[in-house]
C-alpha cells in the first residue's frame, strides 16, 4: 500500500497489519490511525526505539547530522532515538499534529518497518491507553531540536 506523506508529498510504501478485527481487543486495524495515537514513538524512554548503522551512516551521506546526532544508547548495545523527559522520540509532533514525524521522509528503518495494528502496535497502544473504541488524540507542547 502506498501514501503520500502529508508535509513532503512524497509516495511511501506502508506497511500495514492485515485488515480485520482483533478479537483481543475488539479493534479494527484499518480504522487505526497512527496521527491520532503515535503511542509507538512516545515508547522510546529506555532506548527501545532502535537505530541501526546502516541508518547513521545514510543521515550523515545526506548531511542530516540533526538526525545522526540525536541518538541514546540504545538496546543491545546499538544506537536509538534520543527522547523527551516523558520518553517520547524527539522528533515526534509538529505545529500542525503533535503524533506527526518531524523526519518522516528521513526515518529510520525500525520506524519504516513498524507495522500498524501488529501485536507490538497494539500493546504500545494499551501501555497508552488507546483503543478499544476510545482512540484520541495524544497531544503535547512540541519542543524545538
Not at 509516495?11 to 497489519?17: C, L, Y
Not at 507495522?115 to 484520541?136: A, D, M, N, P, V
Request: hydrophobic fraction near 30%; proline fraction near 4%; charge should be negative.
Amino acid at each position: 500500500m502506498n501514501e503520500i506523506h502529508h508535509d513532503t508529498g512524497e509516495e511511501d510504501t506502508v506497511r500495514e497489519h492485515s485488515a480485520g478485527e482483533d478479537y483481543s481487543t475488539g479493534e479494527d486495524y484499518g480504522a487505526l490511525d497512527c496521527l491520532r495515537c503515535g503511542a509507538c514513538c512516545r515508547s522510546g524512554y529506555d532506548g527501545r526505539i532502535l537505530i541501526p548503522e546502516e541508518d547513521l551512516h545514510r543521515w550523515r551521506r545526506m548531511n542530516r547530522d540533526d538526525i545522526a546526532n540525536a541518538i541514546q544508547p540504545g538496546h543491545f548495545g546499538m544506537f536509538a532515538f534520543a527522547t523527551d523527559a516523558a520518553g517520547a522520540c524527539v522528533h515526534l509532533g509538529t505545529e500542525q499534529a503533535p503524533n506527526a514525524c518531524r523526519i518522516y521522509p528521513f526515518r529510520g528503518t525500525t520506524c519504516r518497518s513498524f507495522e500498524k495494528g501488529s501485536r507490538q502496535c497494539l500493546e504500545y497502544r494499551k501501555e497508552f491507553h488507546i483503543g478499544q473504541g476510545r482512540q484520541t488524540d495524544v497531544r503535547f507542547d512540541p519542543e524545538p531540536l
